[in-house]
Nanobody, 121 residues
Framework: QVQLAESGGGLVQPGGSLRLSCAAS????????MGWYRQTQGKQRELVAV???????NYADSVKGRFTISRDNAKNMLYLQMNSLKPEDTAVYYC???????????????WGQGTQVTVSS
């Protein structure tokens, strides 16, 4: 069984910082791309940042220069450092992993339960 668990969300003032963590557990052969998505009430889920197994990163334009995604492959951990937070960053943030459970299994997307980030004025 593969599970993703986010942590680190909370309430923060504009301009503040938060660090989100995602722990992947279970039977994992290889995790390729991992990323953070967010979704606010009434809106579509959007990509925030992704990182490949090789460390290549991509960010949504809205968070470039403020957010940093990183991963620890040995620990199966994913992180999102969020600085200079804005009210519009308020959303539920979800961890995503595209991975294989075995060398012969198909790639699948796995999702965490989400963690709430609220940036208040």
């Amino acid at each position: 069984q593969v599970q993703l668990a986010e942590s680190g969300g909370g309430l923060v003032q504009p301009g503040g910082s938060l660090r989100l963590s995602c722990a992947a557990s279970g039977s994992i052969f290889r995790s390729d791309a991992m990323g953070w998505y967010r979704q606010t009430q009434g809106k579509q889920r959007e990509l925030v940042a992704v990182i490949t197994s090789g460390g290549t990163t991509n960010y949504a334009d809205s968070v470039k220069g403020r957010f940093t995604i990183s991963r620890d492959n040995a620990k199966n951990m994913l992180y999102l450092q969020m600085n200079s937070l804005k009210p519009e960053d308020t959303a539920v943030y979800y961890c995503n992993a595209n991975l294989r459970r075995s060398p012969f299994a198909s790639k699948m997307d796995y999702w965490g339960q989400g963690t709430q980030v609220t940036v208040s004025s």
